[in-house]
């Protein structure tokens, strides 16, 4: 069965660092390029970021850009998303998702994980 599986979200104070990781299962990450969403309650799924697979171009959209950072690891068949700097509206649900081309549209990715939930308050 083919899936992706994120860890890593919790609870942040405001200016605090998280990294979260998509781990796959039955698919090999390295081979697909892998995008990250968010979604807070009552808001559209947003793109945070993605990567592609080799050599591994990276796209951030606006809402987090300059404080985010997407990488893969290979090895461990993971990619994973640095966060810093987080703000309170940074709160949602985040999720990552594989896709043929790194565009910000969600319709376009097609196996996603089931979310990993951060939530910044001091």
């Known amino acids: 069965q083919v899936q992706l599986v994120e860890s890593g979200g919790g609870l942040v104070q405001p200016g605090g660092s998280l990294r979260l990781s998509c781990v796959g299962s039955?698919?090999?990450?390295?081979?697909?390029?892998i995008g990250w969403f968010r979604q807070a309650p009552g808001q559209e799924r947003e793109a945070v970021a993605c990567?592609?697979?080799?050599?591994?171009?990276?796209y951030y959209g606006d809402s987090m850009k300059g404080r985010v950072t997407i990488s893969r690891d290979n090895a461990k068949n993971t990619v994973y998303l640095e966060m810093n700097n987080l703000k309170p509206e940074d709160a949602a649900v985040y999720h990552c998702?594989?896709?043929?081309?790194?565009?910000?549209?969600?319709?376009?990715?097609?196996?996603w994980g089931q979310g990993t939930q951060v939530t910044v308050s001091s």
């Open positions: 998702a594989t896709t043929d081309e790194c565009r910000t549209r969600d319709n376009i990715y097609f196996i």
């Open positions: 990567v592609s697979r080799s050599p591994g171009s990276t």
């Open positions: 039955g698919i090999r990450l390295e081979y697909t390029n």
